[in-house]
């Protein structure tokens, strides 16, 4: 019913740049928030970053704050992750996540992933 796609990962060297993107498609009544979650190996889920839908007033981690950016274009139910200033430990495989409502609830919808590797 709903489909996260992400896109832009790949191979960076420590201090260069890297955009994520995430589009949500399927039948969406109305979105809450977007953001993205990134997981290291043997490590758990980490949050990222988030925007809300309706206002869109944004939360990071800690471990980004000052070099990550998130935005999004809600006429293509579309966020976006900005993320400059890389290094090594912010390799991980980044999951989008969506709250949104299909039927008469929001439920939580996640991405398959995208590996972003930073290299020292």
């Known amino acids: 019913q709903v489909q996260l796609v992400e896109s832009g990962g790949g191979l960076v060297q420590a201090g260069g740049s890297l955009r994520l993107s995430c589009a949500a498609s399927g039948r969406i009544r109305s979105i809450a928030t977007m953001g993205w979650f990134r997981q290291a190996p043997g490590k758990e889920r980490e949050f990222v970053a988030r925007?809300?839908?309706?206002?869109?007033?944004?939360s990071y981690g800690d471990s980004v704050k000052g070099r990550f950016t998130i935005s999004s274009d809600n006429a293509k139910n579309t966020v976006y992750l900005q993320m400059n200033s890389l290094k090594p430990e912010d390799t991980a495989v980044y999951y989008c996540?969506?709250?949104?409502?299909?039927?008469?609830?929001?439920?939580?919808?996640w991405g398959q992933g995208t590996q972003v590797t930073v290299s020292s």
């Open positions: 925007i809300t839908w309706s206002g869109g007033s944004t």
């Open positions: 996540n969506a709250r949104l409502r299909v039927g008469l609830y929001s439920d939580d919808y």
